[in-house]
Nanobody
Framework: QVQLVESGGGLVQAGGSLRLSCAASGRTFSTYAMGWFRQAPGKEREFVSAVSWGGVSTYRDDSVKGRFTISRDNARNTVYLQMNSLKPEDTAIYYC????????????????WGQGTQVTVSS
């Protein structure tokens, strides 16, 4: 069982930056791939970025390439999402999720989810 808690969301102006954190419980964090998803009002949950269990492999959706960076610190049981050059269309609730070993880009592939953190980007 893995429990995930996101933090770091907030209100920021367009062009600004935020860093989201997702803290995981348990002693097996290093065996889980971690993903970030987001859901805007009236829209489906969409993939943002993911990192494999060891942190070697990462993947980002085209919409955030060059702006968002995912990383993990297995010693701290934490995964991060650094978001730069934010746009109003990045406004959403951001969720972190966990699945064993290798990352995936679809929400049903993940077994554990956090409660989400709100990111609002004003124009």
């Amino acid at each position: 069982q893995v429990q995930l808690v996101e933090s770091g969301g907030g209100l920021v102006q367009a062009g600004g930056s935020l860093r989201l954190s997702c803290a995981a419980s348990g002693r097996t964090f290093s065996t889980y791939a971690m993903g970030w998803f987001r859901q805007a009002p009236g829209k489906e949950r969409e993939f943002v970025s993911a990192v494999s269990w060891g942190g070697v492999s990462t993947y980002r959706d085209d919409s955030v390439k060059g702006r968002f960076t995912i990383s993990r610190d297995n010693a701290r049981n934490t995964v991060y999402l650094q978001m730069n050059s934010l746009k109003p269309e990045d406004t959403a609730i951001y969720y972190c999720a966990a699945r064993k070993w290798e990352y995936a880009t679809t929400a049903p592939s993940y077994d554990y989810w956090g409660q989400g953190t709100q990111v609002t980007v004003s124009s």
